[in-house]
């Protein structure tokens, strides 16, 4: 496979749920992000990976908590998640650590809590 | 926090048919960038303008960087359903980060 693969496409989960999304890109870059889309609201930057270390975590609630074990893959753990937390999550990544080149986006997990 | 506010919201037009969208700006950005989302994918990268003034064309569609560097628009000549689709716009607010406008909704119909 080539450029940036998320799994699940879809998820339901309850409130009490524990969950994980996985990333995984083949493009050799070594920046990760995780965004989250809401309707009729911009995107909203989640965590930034560069080189597998942790550069942002724009304010984010605890109960996201990022994972990236290496340059190719890139977790989000969900527990404890609220019905506002409903969305489409979003990861992508960049040849470095740079906003320049451009994301390639994976198409999504679209989360519904319940 | 740099802002970007796109305009129009929702665009609806027939299959032929010109339209215009708008990205503004009160922050001078380095470059600017073009996505396109179709539904239930995510955005694909479609320009990066860099240069104030600078147009940039892809077949059917141009982009064009305003001089001060803080608007950019995206026309597109006799548009097809296929143009269908999500336009966002996203500049860098600081050296890796990627700020987005909430984006405009073209729909073209057939």
């Known amino acids: 496979e080539t450029g940036v693969t998320q799994t699940p496409r879809h998820l339901v989960m309850g409130m009490t749920n524990k969950k994980s999304l996985k990333c995984e890109q083949h493009l050799g870059h070594n920046a990760m992000y995780w965004y989250k889309q809401s309707a009729k609201k911009p995107l909203e930057l989640m965590f930034v990976y560069s080189l597998e270390e942790r550069v942002e975590n724009n304010s984010v609630p605890s109960r996201f908590s990022p994972e990236c074990p290496n340059s190719s893959h890139l977790f989000l753990h969900l527990h404890t998640l609220q019905p506002e937390d409903s969305a489409l999550y979003l990861c992508?990544?960049?040849?470095?650590?740079?906003?320049?080149?451009?994301?390639?986006f994976g198409s999504g997990t679209r989360l519904t809590v319940v | 926090t740099q802002l970007l506010e796109q305009s129009p919201q929702f665009l609806s037009i027939q299959e032929g048919e010109n339209l215009t969208v708008y990205c503004n700006s009160s922050s001078v950005f380095s470059s600017l960038q073009w996505y396109r989302q179709e539904p239930g994918e995510g955005p694909v990268l479609l320009v990066t303008?860099?240069?104030?003034?600078e147009v940039k064309k892809l077949k059917r569609l141009t982009f064009q960087f305003g001089d001060a560097r803080k608007d950019s628009s995206l026309h597109i000549t006799a548009a097809q359903p296929g143009d269908t689709g999500l336009y966002l716009c996203a500049g860098p607010s600081n050296d890796y980060k990627l700020s987005f406008g909430a984006g405009t909704t073209v729909t073209v119909r057939a």
């Open positions: 992508a990544s960049s040849p470095t650590k740079g906003a320049y080149y451009g994301y390639t």
């Open positions: 303008v860099v240069t104030g003034g």
